[in-house]
């Protein structure tokens, strides 16, 4: 069984810093395209970023500049440091990644989500 825990999320003022964490876990031959989306109230879910396993990133548009998406592949592990942040960032945010399973191939693994809130 494979699952994705994030964690790092929280309460910040509008212009601070955050950095979310996943973990990948379980019976895990590789990992290909790990990322991060979010969903704020009411809207869908949205991409954020994401990064290949060799390191290629892309941006959404609004995070461009702000933040920056890393991973530890010998950690199983995708970073998102999130810095000037603004109330429009207040979300879930999700991690996804694509994972081999021996016996199972590819599959698309999403983590619980985790809040951020950017409030004064």
């Known amino acids: 069984q494979v699952q994705l825990v994030e964690s790092g999320g929280g309460l910040v003022q509008p212009g601070g810093s955050l950095r979310l964490s996943c973990a990948a876990s379980?019976?895990?031959?590789?990992?290909?395209?790990m990322g991060w989306f979010r969903q704020a109230p009411g809207k869908q879910r949205e991409l954020v970023a994401t990064?290949?396993?060799?390191?290629?990133?892309t941006y959404a548009d609004s995070v461009k500049g702000r933040f920056t998406i890393s991973r530890d592949n010998a950690k199983n592990t995708v970073y998102l440091q999130m810095n000037s942040l603004r109330p429009e960032d207040t979300a879930v945010y999700y991690c996804?990644?694509?994972?081999?399973?021996?016996?199972?191939?590819?599959?698309?693994?999403w983590g619980q989500g985790t809040q951020v809130t950017v409030s004064s």
């Open positions: 996804n990644a694509e994972i081999w399973v021996p016996s199972r191939g590819y599959g698309n693994y």
């Open positions: 379980g019976t895990i031959f590789s990992i290909n395209d």
């Open positions: 990064i290949t396993r060799g390191g290629t990133t």
